[in-house]
């Protein structure tokens, strides 16, 4: 299965991302195998000093799903390919976020209804790359 190795640590800039939510910068950087942490498909390198909003969660969901929940590794991750791969069809990134989201213990209803809210906002143009 696929693994982050590292914890995560950031700091607030006190900056807004342009969906109205704070921004974090990461303190330390960090990466996620892709496949199995033996034999990876691939390995992604997020850097320090990335600067994320983590989870894109909407006023009022985000009373209950705080984008520094459990799932901030994973959107980290998210953001970061998002940023780095700008002509990659975006459902690799959702599925990779979906996928470390379960890495990280995330319940499996809450990380599906994620990359369904993500995949959503693809469909109907609400998001796109940075």
């Known amino acids: 299965m696929s693994s982050f190795t590292t914890g995560l640590k950031y ?4 900056t807004y991302s342009r969906y109205n939510l704070p921004e974090y910068e990461l303190l330390e950087g960090f990466f996620y195998y892709v496949g ?3 034999t990876p498909f691939r390995v ?3 850097e320090k000093g990335f600067i994320t909003d ?3 969660i909407p006023w009022p969901i985000n009373l209950l799903f705080k984008p520094t929940g459990k799932w901030a590794k994973a959107a980290a ?3 970061w390919l998002y940023n780095a791969y ?3 069809d975006t459902i690799v990134f959702d599925a990779i976020f979906y996928e ?3 890495v990280l213990g995330v319940n499996r209803f809450v ?4 990359f369904t809210s993500l995949r959503i906002a693809a469909v109907f143009g609400i998001r796109d790359h940075k």
């Open 44 to 46: 992604v390198s997020v």
């Open 77 to 79: 991750l998210h953001d």
């Open 36 to 38: 199995s942490l033996d």
């Open 54 to 56: 983590f989870a894109s």
């Open 86 to 88: 700008p002509d990659v």
């Open 111 to 114: 990380a599906f209804a994620f």
């Open 100 to 102: 470390g989201c379960i």
């Open 11 to 14: 700091k607030p800039t006190g």
